[in-house]
């Protein structure tokens, strides 16, 4: 039997839609390197599983654009019935395979993913919580829509969780490498040892 690969750290980001969670998390992963760093979205498995039942397209569902939003209600709930029998379900498969000693999980959003991470890897899990204003959020094609931005999916981890970091995306805060520095510092030291 091949031997679970533990990683040394694991980022777990949060965030609000359009907050800039890829945004932040590829920058992340682009300093750091893929030897040393992966990036791994719990949205991942759950978009490749209902993009082959309901015939969609994946490729759309996994980026930023406007597709993915006509499904978003839909996949919420379709993955809730998941994770109503087994709250760890996604989390297991997004990180079957990882390698990399930094894990950065891009969409953490109900307490029960990170209490997962948390029982997985107690010593080595980190949250981080990127906040964005509502109009930069809406120059970046976001809207409120009742039913999602009010609900677990959107609001899982507003309160109740202490936050290792606060990362602000706006166009007025500290440039984003500022505010990384110390997250890349300890992903650096964890990547060498
Ligand atoms: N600091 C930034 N500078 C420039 N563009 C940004 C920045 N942050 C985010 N964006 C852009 O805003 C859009 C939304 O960002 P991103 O996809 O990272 O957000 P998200 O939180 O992952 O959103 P969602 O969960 O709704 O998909 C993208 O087009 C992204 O390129
Ligand atoms: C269905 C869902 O996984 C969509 C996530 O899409 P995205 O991370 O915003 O691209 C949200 C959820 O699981 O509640």
């Not at 839609?17 to 498995?45: F, M, Y």
């Not at 379709?78 to 891009?106: I, K």
């Not at 959107?154 to 997250?183: H, K, M, R, Y």
């Amino acid at each position: 039997m091949t031997e679970a690969v533990q990683p040394k750290l694991v980022l777990l980001f949060s965030g609000k839609r359009k907050s800039g969670k890829d945004h932040v998390t590829e920058l992340i992963q682009r300093r750091l390197g893929p030897e040393v760093c992966c990036v791994l979205r719990l949205s991942a498995p759950l978009k490749q599983q209902f993009a082959q039942e309901h015939g969609l397209d994946l490729q759309q569902l996994l980026g930023s654009g406007p597709y993915k939003e006509k499904f978003r209600a839909q996949m919420i709930l379709w993955g809730e019935t998941r994770r109503h029998d087994d709250p760890g379900f996604f989390c297991r498969l997004a990180t079957r395979g990882a390698r990399q000693p930094v894990w950065v999980v891009s969409d953490a959003r109900r307490l029960s993913d990170l209490q997962w991470f948390r029982s997985q890897f107690p010593a080595q899990t980190r949250c981080v919580r990127v906040q964005t204003s509502d109009q930069t959020r809406t120059q970046r094609g976001w809207s409120f829509t009742a039913g999602i931005d009010d609900a677990e999916s959107e609001c899982g981890l507003d309160s109740g969780v202490d936050f290792d970091w606060i990362i602000t995306n706006d166009a007025d805060a500290p440039s984003l490498e500022e505010q990384l520095q110390t997250i890349l510092q300890l992903a650096e030291a964890a990547g060498r040892s």
